[in-house]
């Protein structure tokens, strides 16, 4: 008697069943395997970024803000980018674009530059910047600048981290104002005016971490520290982690805002 042999049976391709996956086929799925987890990874990161972003803002303190709103002297524009702030029945010929430090509220820093605007006739443009970190805020100059059309000289300046990304838009600007602050980018050739302001007592943006940086900007420029103040100072949002404790109330701070600011934007209008 005769019997057919098979190793294996058929299975519905008509393959044999134990046949191998070829090498290609599972190579793809590997492939697909490992571009799905790097996906996902993708996601998960992002969506952590906006999370963290989000969470643990300063806000601004109440008085200080209802303060400068109800001074008539000033007018104040809200935009979805921008707080504008400009002096009440005059047309301004100088500005200065303030760049926010990391994720503190755009309205923190109104009062504290009030004084300018009140003052010196100059218009402000607080930046709102994208997701509270100025990093990621990757607009440019002009596109604050073109909020108050008649200006024709306009610094850029900012707080802590806002300041470090002032230093990149410098190139598009007459002038660099850096609150609490320093580059990271070398602006040593430039020319342009700076005015820079430490606070004494400064736990983060230390005056020796503004001393380190000082090789960064022009020779001539305008180093200044208030003497008392700390990293939040420069603004109006409670106590920060990290940060010294500062000797001077917020109306001695403004007073020595205010008048640093004054004589800078005195000086650029001379110009």
């Not at 940060?243 to 005195?266: K, N, R, V, Y």
Request: proline letters at 8%; one cysteine or more.
């Amino acid at each position: 008697m005769t019997t057919s042999s098979s190793p294996t049976s058929p299975d519905e391709t008509g393959a044999p069943a134990d046949t191998p996956v070829p090498k290609r086929r599972r190579g793809r799925r590997v492939l697909w395997w490992i571009l799905g987890s790097i996906g996902a990874l993708v996601v998960l990161a992002v969506v952590g970024i906006l999370v963290w972003s989000q969470v643990g803002v300063m806000a601004a303190e109440p008085a200080p803000l209802a303060e400068v709103k109800a001074d008539p002297a000033i007018e104040i524009t809200d935009t979805s980018g921008a707080i504008i702030l400009t002096p009440a029945g005059t047309e301004p010929e100088t500005g200065l674009v303030f760049i926010p430090g990391a994720k503190v509220d755009p309205w923190a820093y109104a009062n504290n530059l009030s004084g300018l605007v009140a003052e010196g006739d100059v218009a402000v443009v607080v930046t709102k910047p994208w997701l509270n970190l100025a990093f990621f805020d990757l607009r440019p100059l002009s596109a604050f600048t073109d909020l108050v059309p008649g200006v024709d000289t306009w610094a850029v300046g900012g707080h802590s981290l806002g300041g470090v990304r002032a230093c990149q838009l410098a190139g598009d600007a007459d002038a660099l104002v850096l609150f609490g602050s320093y580059c990271a980018n070398d602006l040593s050739d430039s020319g342009l005016p700076v005015l820079s302001i430490a606070g004494s007592e400064d736990g983060l943006s230390t005056p020796e971490k503004i001393a380190d940086a000082r090789p960064l900007l022009p020779t001539d420029a305008d180093m200044q520290v208030i003497e008392g103040a700390s990293h939040a100072s420069f603004g109006d949002y409670g106590p920060q982690a990290g940060d010294g404790t500062p000797t001077i109330d917020d109306a001695q701070m403004d007073e020595a805002l205010t008048a640093l600011l004054l004589g800078f934007a005195e000086e650029l209008a001379a110009q």
